[in-house]
């Protein structure tokens, strides 16, 4: 599996989001996962074990809970491929502040112009 069919899942998208916020024990992620995607146990585990086998994750163990973690390595294959199209709304984004900025302008011209007397009649 390459890292888009990996992400490709919502069930490990959200268990990768809430690693992002740091290790979690596989109970905790259950508990979400099993809350909003209404999926058994097993089932949790399964992803959790294709997270893990693929990179995505790494698990420790202590005593009996096991603690989960982000493994950034495979996100950097997605940043990669993410480069060649970043220029596209780094571009939009510039734009798009360029005419909020404008926009700005306009109203500050224009409401000065309402409430400067000495601009009736030009």
């Known amino acids: 599996m390459n890292a888009f069919d990996i992400l490709g899942d919502p069930v490990r998208r959200r268990i ?41 994750a790494s698990v420790r163990a202590e005593g009996a809970r096991r603690f989960y973690a982000v493994d950034p390595s495979p996100l950097k294959e ?3 491929w993410l480069g060649r199209f970043r220029g596209f709304w780094e571009q939009r984004l510039d734009a798009l502040g360029t005419e909020l900025a404008r926009g ?8 000065a112009r309402e409430s400067d007397p000495s601009a009736e009649g030009t």
Do not use: C, K, W
């Not at 099993?34 to 959790?48: C, D, G, T, W, Y």
């Not at 700005?104 to 409401?111: D, F, H, L």
């Open 16 to 56: 990768l989001e809430l690693l992002a916020g740091g290790e979690r024990t596989s109970g905790a992620i259950t508990d979400v996962i099993r809350a909003e995607f209404a999926l058994s146990q097993p089932a949790v585990s399964q992803h959790l074990r294709v997270l893990r086998e693929s990179g995505f």
């Open 78 to 80: 997605i940043d990669v």
């Open 104 to 111: 700005r302008r306009a109203s500050r011209t224009s409401g």
